[in-house]
């Protein structure tokens, strides 16, 4: 059978062809070829046998790719997986936590509306007593009713300033625990997703590209011209030397 020996056509011949791997997953076949082909293993076995060459092994590794993948199908769809949870979870504003069901019960329901109108009404109810108090000082009569008017306003004013203070420090500490959970298991998700890459291009190799190369390589050397794609020494076993 003749083969494309040149530099350019395996690769050339990979990318017009390539429809059937999705882009990651081609670029990714294409580059751990490229290492299998340099590494040991498969160096000491072409020096050992006078069989093809390196562009005729990337040429045949390329036109099998869809049975080498398989070899590591279960590694790829653990990746797929951990790729789509890894993008469900993505951020898209840190400074927007996720929004939370609320409570049960009337807490839920009525407390963040009192958090915001008590410090709202202690404040309004503050400035009406402390005006009228003054005015009242102003005058001769009813300064015990001045005092008492006084009295009431600071008081509201200090519980509105107390209530706003406590509603703010709830909502900081609630946005900072909100925003270090999503942070946190969004970098759960992307530290599983490297692994679970990392192990099917691991697997690739070990059961799909390097036992095919080696086999490859057998085969010439027992006088088997460019045997069928598939056969199970070449793809899916362990490599061997």
Known sequence: MELP????????????????????????????????LTSAKVR?????????????????ALR???????????EYLAYLRSRAAASSTAPSDPRQPP???????WRGQWAPALAVLVPVLAGAAAVVLLLLGYALRLGDAGQDVAGQLVTAGWTSGAIAA???????????????????????SFAERREDLERSRAAWQQALVDRGITPFLL?????????TADPP???SHEVGGEPTT
Do not use: C, W, Y
Not at 22 to 32: G, T
Not at 162 to 184: D, E, P
């Open 64 to 74: 099998a790719r869809q049975a080498i993948a398989a070899a590591a199908e279960p």
């Open 229 to 231: 794609l598939g056969r």
């Open 5 to 36: 020996t040149g530099p350019d056509q395996p690769r050339r011949q990979f990318s017009e062809g390539a429809e059937d791997l999705d882009h990651d997953k081609a670029a990714d076949f294409e580059r751990l070829l490229e290492q299998a």
């Open 44 to 60: 000491e076995a072409m020096a050992r046998t006078p069989g093809p060459d390196l562009e005729q092994l990337r040429t045949r």
């Open 99 to 105: 929004a939370e069901a609320p409570e049960g019960g």
């Open 215 to 223: 086999g490859q390589l057998r085969d010439a050397s027992s006088g």
């Open 162 to 184: 107390v209530v706003a203070l406590t509603g703010l420090i709830r909502l900081i500490a609630g946005a900072t625990g909100n925003r270090s959970t999503v942070t946190g």
